[in-house]
């Protein structure tokens, strides 16, 4: 069974920095695409960052020159750097894995920017 397990997640001010891991195995990772997706509370799912097989990296606008997605294939685990967060990125974060049309999530973690 595929697992995705997050860390990093936390309380934050705002300008403030985290970084989210997210470990991944039973996945031949190198040959899925990995990402996060977000949930603010009363607001729906929203996509944030991926980064395919090829190595190529897209992001929502939102987050754009903010965010930073990576993955290490050779450890299966895939990053997302968050600088200069925002109250409006408080949301419970999830790491995902998706090959072609089948998508794997991990449990999410929470992260909170306060003023």
């Known amino acids: 069974q595929v697992q995705l397990v997050e860390s990093g997640g936390g309380l934050v001010q705002p300008g403030g920095s985290l970084r989210l891991s997210c470990a991944a195995s039973?996945?031949?990772?190198?040959?899925?695409?990995m990402g996060w997706y977000r949930q603010a509370p009363g607001k729906q799912r929203e996509l944030v960052a991926f980064s395919t097989s090829g190595g190529n990296t897209n992001y929502t606008d939102t987050v754009k020159g903010r965010f930073t997605n990576s993955r290490d294939n050779t450890k299966n685990m895939v990053y997302l750097q968050m600088n200069s967060l925002r109250p409006q990125d408080t949301a419970v974060y999830y790491c995902?894995?998706?090959?072609?049309?089948?998508?794997?999530w991990g449990q999410g973690t929470q992260v909170t920017v306060y003023s």
């Open positions: 039973r996945i031949t990772f190198k040959n899925y695409r």
């Open positions: 995902t894995a998706r090959f072609f049309v089948t998508d794997y």
